[in-house]
């Protein structure tokens, strides 16, 4: 039995959630720079799955890829499928546009656009159709505000530019940003590393709220923080996926010692 047949095999035995995407035989090369090796993994409906390893691992390039955002990068080439609801998105009748909107994404520093709070949250829904001007607009900000926690500290303010709030706000807004356009996945990129302690327990509590209603697919440099709040870990190690298990297994009961080296820090 190879790794990657096991890690499918030990993921489909051990792990009974629907699996919301299918990541089969994954391969990424910048160049001739080969960045991520026959990655081969399910991620769970409703669930929140944790990506960590040391830096330059390929985390945040296998992130990418459940987006296609990796095609805006000049001499990127990708192998194998990514499977969302079982349609393969990098398929050719497969539009990335839709695939963005299908699949949100939180970046490590907050990025709300040169808007007012309410622009911020309207833009994309507006553009894709999803609402039209008017109340039935304003219904959406403010369910976007409110799922994202930030609808009380805001609401007298919409028309104020996002970039005013403070930085653990900007997150919270760019959140909702993200949730406006109803996506199935989101994923977030480190979103807590340039945030205060206060801020960081905000967007954690967050995250446990939205994971009723998303998949949540997080890279973290946070060890704790993959613990307080990852159902699934995987950790990734030179463009390899060493091991991918419940977070509990892989913080208490690692099955590589790879795994444990790194969960104890002597490396990374």
């Known amino acids: 039995m190879n790794k990657k047949t096991s890690l499918i095999e030990k993921s489909e035995k051990s792990i009974k959630e629907n699996a919301k995407v299918k990541i089969r035989d994954l391969n990424l090369y ?12 399910d991620l769970y409906v409703n669930k929140i799955t944790a990506l960590i390893g040391p830096s330059g691992c390929g985390k945040s390039t296998f992130l990418r890829c459940l987006n296609r955002m990796n095609d805006l990068i000049r001499n990127v080439r990708i192998e194998g499928e990514v ?33 007012s709070i309410y622009e911020n949250v309207a833009y994309a829904p507006l553009k894709h159709g999803i609402v039209r001007k008017g109340h039935e607009c304003d219904v959406l900000v403010e369910k976007s505000l409110v799922q994202a926690g930030l609808w009380n500290e805001v609401k007298d303010k919409l028309k104020e530019p996002g970039t005013s709030l403070s930085g653990g706000q900007q997150q919270r807004l760019c959140i909702a940003r993200t949730i406006a356009v109803e996506p199935d996945v989101i994923l977030m990129d480190e979103p807590t590393s ?6 960081t327990e905000k967007i954690e509590a967050l995250m446990l709220e939205l994971k009723e209603k998303y998949s949540i697919i997080i890279v973290t440099h946070n060890m704790q923080q993959a613990g307080r ?3 699934y870990t995987a950790f990734f190690h030179l463009g390899d996926l060493i091991e ?22 002597r490396y990374g």
């Open 30 to 41: 910048y160049s001739d720079n080969h960045a991520l090796h026959d990655i081969n993994m």
């Open 83 to 115: 499977f969302i609801d079982e349609k393969n998105i990098y398929d050719k009748d497969v539009d990335e546009v839709a695939v963005r909107k299908r699949v949100g994404m939180v970046f490590q520093q907050p990025n709300p656009f040169p808007k």
């Open 194 to 199: 340039a945030l205060d302690p206060i801020s």
């Open 229 to 231: 709040v990852a159902d």
């Open 244 to 265: 991918y298990d419940e977070t509990e297994t892989i913080f208490i009961n690692p099955a590589k010692k790879k795994t444990e080296d790194y969960i104890t820090g």
